[in-house]
């Protein structure tokens, strides 16, 4: 099960197992709770732009509120995770001030106007608690205007909270390479990519063709259709290319020997990598004062 919980750029992976096809997502888009946990040294007032100026009594209280309720708790306990809601709190106050000391230092942007939005899509994963990858990328996109970095994708960085996130993208930083990167869904026929600071991963029921001269999206093929192992990826998300016809992959867990033989496309250490994204853990579930 990958593990990618809900704060954003906070968006996801490495140590979550990233899919290592071109199709796989990217290999570390989300800041999970244990990052901000890292990160956090203290709160500012912090300053923006903007009309409206991020404070811990107001932004913070909202996506503490966001973060810390029932459906984190229900999702907590469905992973084995033990929930307290001090301890979920603090790590999400932890993020949150973060945040608005990189705005203070002018290493961020804050946009009120997407305050609302970005609680509740948190919200909304975390009652999902499992998601596939493009609803994932797509739960992150209102929170990563929120708090918006003013480093641009390709440039070097110390942490995610620094990284611009160009409009519809989540950006983050690359914790081999140390530069920002931004990932985003990219509809049919669009330009696809899966190198280089800016990756555009396809919408759902589509494929990236890398058999023309220039990448797109096209549809992908349909359950049962003749497929070809070198090019599995065009049976779609969460699916393979099983005996020449495209069907589902191994679930996670499962045994394989080969990438080809995961629904995930991923295979670890012999073991087949989720499709799901995990939307909590144990820094979030209870700040990490217990397992």
């Not at 996801?12 to 197992?17: D, E, I, N, Q, Y």
């Amino acid at each position: 099960m990958r593990s990618a919980a809900i704060f954003p750029i906070l968006l996801l992976v490495v140590g979550c197992g990233s899919k290592v096809d071109p199709q796989a997502a990217p290999a570390d888009t989300a800041v999970t709770p244990t990052d901000v946990a890292l990160e956090a040294d203290g709160a500012s007032d912090g300053t923006s732009d903007g009309a409206v100026l991020p404070t811990e009594d107001r932004t913070c209280k909202r996506l503490a509120d966001a973060l810390c309720g029932g459906a984190t708790e229900a999702c907590c306990k469905t992973v084995g995770i033990a929930f307290a809601g001090a301890g979920c709190r603090e790590a999400a106050l932890s993020y949150c001030t973060t945040r608005i000391d990189a705005v203070g230092l002018g290493k961020a942007v804050y946009d009120d106007s997407q305050l609302e939005a970005c609680a509740k899509d948190w919200s909304t994963a975390i009652a999902a608690c499992q998601i596939e990858f493009v609803p994932y990328l797509r739960s992150q996109r209102a929170c990563a205007q929120l708090f918006n970095g003013t480093t641009a994708p390709g440039a070097a960085c110390a942490s995610s909270a620094e990284c611009h996130s160009p409009p519809g993208a989540v950006a983050y930083c690359d914790t081999t390479t140390k530069r920002c990167k931004a990932s985003s869904i990219v509809a049919e026929g669009a330009p696809c990519s899966f190198t280089g600071s800016q990756l555009r991963y396809c919408d759902e029921g589509f494929y990236c063709d890398l058999t023309g001269g220039t990448a797109a999206c096209r549809k992908q093929l349909a359950e049962g259709a003749a497929c070809s192992t070198s090019n599995y990826v065009a049976c779609g998300y969460s699916r393979t290319c099983v005996v020449d016809k495209c069907g589902a992959g191994l679930a996670g867990g499962a045994k394989c020997t080969d990438a080809v033989e995961c629904a995930s496309w991923n295979c670890n250490a012999g073991v087949c990598n989720s499709v799901f994204y995990q939307q909590v853990e144990a820094s979030l579930c209870n700040g990490a004062t217990s397992k």
